[in-house]
Every structure is written in structure tokens, then in C-alpha cells.
């Protein structure tokens, strides 16, 4: 069964850049859609980008021209390169695939 562990959270500064990874103990070449998800305290957890097998993507609203999806089927990565950081992006970030969480990332946006 597939693991999912992210890393790269952390505390920026508005206007910063953080890159979240997203480590899966097996193969994710097989896995046809990884999405990244986040989670602010008292809010729902909400989508924030998909990144298909052949390499298409979608992003939520929020954070298009800012965020930035990818993978690396060889090193069974998914990234997400966040810039332009702003305060309300400040949540907890999960990886998605096959049905399976990680365990989550803190990013805090905040001077």
C-alpha cells in the first residue's frame, strides 16, 4: 500500500516562497491523479491543485499564477512550489493519492 509523506512546510513571510514535497513509499507511476489539499484552523479542508499522470494540472482559484504544481515519477515525488505568499494561505497541506492522506505540512505565512 502506498505511503505519503510531506515535507517543506514552514514559517515565510508574506511575499515569500516555500516548496512542498510530497515522498510516496511506492510507486506513483500508476497513480493517475496526486492532489495537493490544506486545512486553516476552523475551516474546512479545501483543493488546491491536481496533477494528472500525462501532466496536466488544475488549480483552485486561489491560487492560480501563484502555485505550482508537479512529479517525478522517479522519485515518486509530487512538488508544490508556492509563491507570492500571502497570510490566508497559512494551513495544514496534504497530499492526496489513491485515496490516502499524508500526514500533513504546517505552512504559516505571517511577518
Known amino acids: 500500500q502506498v505511503q505519503l509523506v510531506e515535507s517543506g512546510g514552514g514559517l515565510v513571510q508574506p511575499g515569500g516562497s516555500l516548496r512542498l514535497s510530497c515522498a510516496a513509499s511506492g510507486t506513483i507511476f500508476s497513480i493517475n491523479v496526486m492532489g495537493w489539499y490544506r486545512q486553516a484552523p476552523g475551516k474546512q479542508r479545501e483543493f488546491v491543485a491536481h496533477?494528472?499522470?500525462?501532466?496536466?494540472?488544475n488549480y483552485a482559484d486561489s491560487v492560480k499564477g501563484r502555485f505550482t504544481i508537479s512529479r517525478d515519477n522517479a522519485k515518486n515525488t509530487v512538488y508544490l512550489q508556492m509563491n507570492s505568499l500571502k497570510p490566508e494561505d497559512t494551513a495544514v497541506y496534504y497530499c492526496l493519492g489513491l485515496g490516502i492522506w499524508g500526514q500533513g505540512t504546517q505552512v504559516t505565512v505571517s511577518s
Open positions: 496533477i494528472f499522470s500525462g501532466g496536466s494540472t
